[in-house]
């Protein structure tokens, strides 16, 4: 009787304060939405949008201040065109925008562990053919010859492809050589590769606005960044200035690639080893466990 006296009173007192039940999908809702926030708030660092945030944020400490102080003129102000201002920032920022949904969309994370070899191996290069685009980038690079080739990975690059001319073939240091000679119809522009044919060439590729590229870099080297930035492919540039070869992926530039580390460096980056031994690790396992059963 005492006991329930006792719950009884703290029933009374203490109704306010209240402990939720905390579930297993509680947590993983709160594992998820940290991932998210996570996950944006780094973007937004790695844009200009960060810049809008911390604009932001000065304009809400004024309102406010003129909340605090009664400043009627500047709240209504602040109501009026908070709405227009909205509509601005999705317009200005469209291109960030635009890139973040693309990059979530290139994003795969089943599809690398449980694809096949032929479905993988379709999209990357062997390394006969990397040595034979390597022969022709360092025998340009030697002349100072520019050139513009870009590797097609998983994201379909057709929107470009339809820009240039249509080539459709087999890769040889002789034909990307003479594709990029001066004065020839097709130098101007980028040489387009998938599933190790050359498809197209003098393709026109999207120039990046990324502020923060060195102002030595030309054109060239800003369409290829630029094309790196919305899609997985892998650019190599070859400069006409100093005839440095350079890789563009992911949006960010490799400068200065030396010809013995050229064939590793894009296999590095295409992945194609990391996802041979995910592909052979689970066949491995299904291996190991049919012997067993």
């Given at each position: 009787?005492?006991?329930?006296?006792?719950?009884?009173?703290?029933?009374?007192?203490?109704?306010?304060?209240?402990?939720?039940?905390?579930?297993?999908?509680?947590?993983?809702?709160?594992?998820?939405?940290?991932?998210?926030?996570?996950?944006?708030?780094?973007?937004?660092?790695?844009?200009?949008?960060?810049?809008l945030i911390k604009g932001i944020l000065v304009l809400l400490l004024f309102?406010?201040?003129?909340?605090?102080?009664?400043?009627?003129?500047?709240?209504?102000?602040?109501?009026?065109?908070?709405?227009?201002?909205?509509?601005?920032?999705?317009?200005?920022?469209?291109?960030?925008?635009?890139?973040?949904?693309?990059?979530?969309?290139?994003?795969?994370?089943?599809?690398?562990?449980?694809?096949?070899?032929?479905?993988?191996?379709?999209?990357?290069?062997?390394?006969?053919?990397?040595?034979?685009?390597?022969?022709?980038?360092?025998?340009?690079?030697?002349?100072?010859?520019?050139?513009?080739?870009?590797?097609?990975?998983?994201?379909?690059?057709?929107?470009?492809?339809?820009?240039?001319?249509?080539?459709?073939?087999?890769?040889?240091?002789?034909?990307?050589?003479?594709?990029?000679?001066?004065?020839?119809?097709?130098?101007?522009?980028?040489?387009?590769?998938?599933?190790?044919?050359?498809?197209?060439?003098?393709?026109?590729?999207?120039?990046?606005?990324?502020?923060?590229?060195?102002?030595?870099?030309?054109?060239?080297?800003?369409?290829?960044?630029?094309?790196?930035?919305?899609?997985?492919?892998?650019?190599?540039?070859?400069?006409?200035?100093?005839?440095?070869?350079?890789?563009?992926?992911?949006?960010?530039?490799?400068?200065?690639?030396?010809?013995?580390?050229?064939?590793?460096q894009i296999q590095e980056l295409s992945g194609k080893e990391a996802i041979?031994?995910?592909?052979?690790?689970?066949?491995?396992?299904?291996?190991?466990?049919?012997?067993?059963?």
């Amino acid at each position: 009787m005492q006991l329930e006296q006792i719950f009884n009173f703290l029933g009374t007192y203490f109704d306010w304060f209240y402990i939720p039940r905390i579930t297993i999908s509680d947590v993983v809702e709160i594992i998820i939405i940290a991932f998210l926030l996570y996950h944006i708030m780094t973007w937004f660092q790695t844009t200009r949008a960060w810049t809008l945030i911390k604009g932001i944020l000065v304009l809400l400490l004024f309102m406010g201040l003129a909340m605090l102080f009664q400043f009627n003129t500047l709240i209504w102000i602040f109501k009026n065109t908070i709405s227009v201002g909205v509509i601005a920032v999705i317009i200005i920022f469209q291109p960030e925008f635009r890139r973040a949904l693309e990059q979530l969309g290139r994003k795969n994370f089943v599809s690398s562990i449980f694809s096949s070899d032929g479905v993988k191996e379709k999209r990357h290069l062997d390394k006969k053919t990397l040595n034979e685009i390597a022969k022709a980038v360092y025998s340009m690079s030697e002349v100072k010859t520019g050139a513009l080739i870009v590797l097609e990975q998983e994201v379909h690059l057709g929107d470009y492809e339809r820009t240039g001319i249509a080539i459709d073939s087999k890769i040889s240091s002789q034909l990307l050589i003479n594709i990029f000679e001066h004065n020839t119809p097709l130098h101007d522009g980028a040489v387009l590769i998938r599933n190790g044919r050359i498809v197209s060439a003098t393709c026109y590729l999207p120039l990046s606005d990324n502020l923060d590229i060195n102002k030595a870099l030309g054109t060239r080297h800003r369409a290829a960044i630029g094309v790196s930035e919305v899609s997985d492919s892998i650019t190599i540039i070859v400069s006409e200035e100093t005839g440095a070869v350079s890789l563009a992926y992911n949006g960010r530039i490799i400068r200065n690639i030396s010809r013995d580390n050229f064939v590793e460096q894009i296999q590095e980056l295409s992945g194609k080893e990391a996802i041979t031994n995910k592909v052979k690790w689970w066949k491995g396992l299904i291996k190991h466990e049919k012997s067993n059963s």
